[in-house]
């Protein structure tokens, strides 16, 4: 059974960078054709695709995103990464990483495994 759990610190200064990283058991990161995704939901808001990592590497973002956000991966710890640089407030949110099914775009696709989601608060 696939399962993903976020990590990383739940509160980040505004300005600094927001670093999650994304823990897969399972399945591995780099085998085709799955896309492995960074989604949000900010309070009261629906869910937010941010951008993902295929299985070759290459990284996708989204449009409102992808000056901020960068996606890396550790294939010897199945593990990718999301980096968000310069948070404000409004990057408050429950982030989760996902398993997507090949699309295109992406972002599209269905998501089968989702992790628990993590608590960011973006303060002072």
């Known amino acids: 059974q696939v399962q993903l759990e976020e990590s990383g610190p739940g509160l980040v200064p505004p300005s600094q960078t927001l670093s999650l990283t994304c823990t897969v058991s399972?399945?591995?990161?780099?085998?085709?054709?799955?896309?492995w995704s960074w989604v949000r939901q900010p309070p009261g808001k629906g869910l937010e695709w941010i951008g993902a990592i295929l299985y070759s590497g290459v990284t996708f973002y989204s449009t409102s995103l992808k000056t901020r956000a960068s996606i890396s991966r550790d294939t010897s710890k199945n593990q990718f990464t999301l980096q968000l640089s310069s948070v404000t407030p409004e990057d408050t949110a429950v982030y989760y990483c996902?398993?997507?099914?090949?699309?295109?775009?992406?972002?599209?696709?269905?998501?089968?495994?989702w992790g628990q989601g993590t608590q960011v608060t973006v303060s002072s």
């Open positions: 399972g399945a591995s990161i780099t085998t085709k054709y799955h896309y």
């Open positions: 996902a398993r997507e099914d090949r699309a295109v775009p992406a972002g599209t696709g269905a998501m089968d495994f």
